[in-house]
């Protein structure tokens, strides 16, 4: 990203030192006196306020409009995604998915059949709910060709957790890039491009190399398990999936400056916007999901009902997490202090896409929540976007995608993720360490440099 200042550049240090105060404050009360990540957002936006000497109604203010300029969008899409993966879940989608590319990848491919099957889980359904429901898989494979379990699991959780940060209508993605105001095509379409060969390198080839590392094998089968024969057809499933992906890229596409509007008018651009914007695109496939995969399944209303009114308890504290988000991002910009980092990194030579990666590893490693990371990052990087006159929309989807990347390194015991793999899986802390913790790391390093990449040859 090119950055021209024309003014020379010099820190505030007490500006400065306020906002350092605030990050100080939320890893405090998240770390040390495990304070629900919400609150502890608002209360270092407060400090940071104050510290700022800002006008104590004018931080109120400020608080305000952080939270409902994010929440406006953000609350929707995600509570739409939910819902649709809700009844993608319920209805053996995603086992219908594995399943299917198992049988036509063949066992000794299994681990890429597995790669792309988390890919592609992951776009509608959370991370650990995926995993949960197609760790039996990977059971049973092990089972049957006496591999190490982490020859199947690395590769499922590396799709997993590919998607689950780099490609909307995941949590993750949505709020950094509505706190960024980047544009969501852009973001699925570097999200794809930087994460198919980043699963590739921590998912496949890394567990190639950590299986014969580690033996593991898959935990004994203490219940007897209910075989669910009447799978909905695979290519219903990926169609339903795409149709909100492809819905969102084409308005993307269309309603850039590479097509004019001779090509197509403006009245048809309009409608396109429209049927391609996240919302409504996730409305019509919610509503294609809940009949083809509920109604025509004998699926009573009342239970659809009951599934996808359940999906929207953890959507919650998701939304308010982004909000809070927000409202950092508020506070950075109401002290100016976006505007100062923007020109002091800019004579540094510091692009901001690498700041943003680091601000994001730094808060990953330092608290565990790859959601907070990200968040935490986008509000602290967002007033700098805000300072550049040059930044394009492509420019923006990389940051959320480098973002992403560092929000994703290294997941290690102050992180939920680490003891659901540790727990699944049955291995011990050191090994956690050297499949999981060693695979995101991976993930991140290899993502941001692709990004990096990007940034150069665009």
Request: glycine share 8%; aromatic share 8%; hydrophobic share 55%.
């Amino acid at each position: 990203m090119e950055q021209v200042i024309a003014a020379k550049a010099t820190l505030d240090i007490p500006l400065l030192l306020s906002v350092l105060a605030g990050i100080t404050v939320l890893l405090v009360l998240i770390l040390q006196f495990k304070i629900q990540s919400f609150i502890a957002l608002l209360i270092a936006s407060i400090t940071v306020g104050i510290l700022a000497g800002i006008q104590p109604m004018m931080i109120i203010e400020t608080m305000k409009k952080g939270m409902g300029d994010t929440l406006g969008f953000v609350a929707l899409v995600i509570g739409l995604g939910a819902i649709f993966g809700s009844i993608l879940e319920y209805s053996g989608g995603a086992e219908a998915l594995a399943r299917f590319m198992l049988k036509k990848f063949g066992e000794k491919r299994a681990s890429w059949a597995l790669m792309i099957t988390g890919f592609l889980v992951a776009i509608p359904v959370f991370f650990d709910v995926a995993f949960i429901i197609l760790v039996p898989i990977i059971y049973s494979l092990q089972r049957r060709t006496k591999k190490s379990l982490l020859l199947y699991a690395i590769p499922l959780l590396a799709g997993l957790a590919i998607t689950h940060s780099f490609i909307p209508p995941t949590p993750g993605p949505i709020a950094v890039a509505d706190i960024l105001e980047a544009d969501l095509g852009w973001v699925i379409l570097f999200g794809f491009l930087v994460g198919i060969p980043t699963a590739i390198v921590c998912g496949p080839i890394f567990a190639k190399y950590i299986a014969q590392k580690i033996h593991v094998d898959a935990p004994e089968v203490t219940t007897e398990t209910i075989v669910q024969e009447n799978y909905p057809a695979v290519g219903l499933i990926l169609s339903i999936i795409g149709i909100p992906i492809l819905l969102i890229v084409c308005n993307t596409i269309i309603n850039s400056p590479l097509v004019s509007e001779e090509i197509i008018p403006l009245e048809i651009k309009e409608w396109i916007g429209l049927i391609g914007n996240p919302i409504v695109a996730l409305i019509l496939a919610n509503l294609i999901a809940w009949y083809v995969l509920g109604i025509r399944r004998k699926t009573s209303k009342k239970k659809l009902l009951d599934i996808t009114s359940a999906s929207m308890a953890p959507t919650g504290i998701i939304i308010l997490l982004t909000g809070a988000g927000g409202v950092f991002k508020e506070m950075l910009v109401t002290t100016e202090t976006g505007k100062m980092l923007a020109k002091y990194f800019a004579e540094m030579g510091i692009p901001i896409i690498i700041f943003g990666f680091l601000i994001a590893v730094l808060v990953r490693i330092l608290q565990g929540s790859a959601t907070v990371a990200m968040i935490t990052a986008a509000g602290i990087t967002a007033p700098l976007v805000m300072a550049q006159v040059d930044i394009t929309a492509i420019d923006k989807a990389l940051l959320v995608i480098a973002i992403a990347s560092g929000a994703s390194i290294m997941s290690h015991v102050n992180d939920s993720g680490f003891w659901l793999v540790s727990k699944y899986l049955g291995i011990n802390e050191k090994q956690t360490f050297q499949s999981w913790t060693m695979m995101t790391t991976i993930l991140a390093l290899v993502s941001f440099a692709i990004v990096v990449l990007i940034s150069f040859i665009k």
